[in-house]
T-cell receptor
Framework: DSGVTQTPKHLITATGQRVTLRCSPR?????VYWYQQSLDQGLQFLIQ???????AKGNILERFSAQQFPDLHSELNLSSLELGDSALYFC???????????FGSGTRLTVV | QKEVEQDPGPLSVPEGAIVSLNCTYS??????FMWYRQYSRKGPELLMY????GNKEDGRFTAQVDKSSKYISLFIRDSQPSDSATYLC??????????????FGGGTRLMVKP
């Protein structure tokens, strides 16, 4: 157990639907990162939150949004889902500089 | 051209061999370098974390960073079948207490045969 908890582990949904992925960071970690991993694209950075504030954005689609709550857990919302959104979605957290980044076990999203 | 290049493999070696995994990168601003191990359908697991150039050793693992050549390596000594996984290099620009995004290589798939 890495200390980063992601739910659900698996999600199957239809095109056009909306889903919410949840992440609880390691205790004490203030930064949360979301990554998408697909077979042809590898691990792609989506968005980072630090202590409730959006810190950095990567190649995140406008159909995707995220937030970090006061208790530091984060949610990634994916809407108007397309077949191409099928992927593994990972959350990672980090403490201060020099501590590395710890990943959760991911949510496998399948859009049918 | 990708910012971080990594040979996808697969790399197949016999048990007990020394494994060398490598990444090259183009962004000279990268200062933090990491290696992750990912088993199939699992989350990446941090193996090594280094800052700037130099070597770092942890058990059977040695990480090397050569910033002048924009080249990093991970060596695995006495490789075991349990080392069979995908190895991902990752790097980031300077960090403050909020951290910074990681840029990953595509991963090298390693197979260690008994």
């Amino acid at each position: 157990d890495s200390g980063v908890t992601q739910t659900p582990k698996h999600l199957i949904t239809a095109t056009g639907q909306r889903v919410t992925l949840r992440c609880s960071p390691r205790s004490g970690d203030l930064s949360v990162y979301w990554y998408q991993q697909s077979l042809d694209q590898g691990l792609q950075f989506l968005i980072q939150y630090y202590n409730g504030e959006e810190r950095a954005k990567g190649n995140i689609l406008e159909r995707f949004s995220a937030q970090q709550f006061p208790d530091l857990h984060s949610e990634l919302n994916l809407s108007s889902l397309e077949l191409g959104d099928s992927a593994l979605y990972f959350c990672a957290s980090s403490a201060r500089t020099g501590s590395g980044y710890t990943f959760g076990s991911g949510t496998r999203l399948t859009v049918v | 051209q990708k910012e971080v290049e990594q040979d996808p493999g697969p790399l197949s070696v016999p048990e007990g061999a020394i494994v060398s995994l490598n990444c090259t990168y183009s962004n000279s601003a990268f200062q933090y370098f990491m290696w992750y191990r990912q088993y199939s359908r699992k989350g990446p697991e941090l193996l090594m974390y280094t800052y700037s150039s130099g070597n770092k050793e942890d058990g059977r693992f040695t990480a090397q960073v050569d910033k002048s050549s924009k080249y990093i390596s991970l060596f695995i000594r006495d490789s075991q079948p349990s080392d069979s996984a995908t190895y991902l290099c990752a790097m980031s620009e300077p960090q403050d207490n909020a951290g910074n995004m990681l840029t990953f290589g595509g991963g090298t798939r390693l197979m260690v045969k008994p």
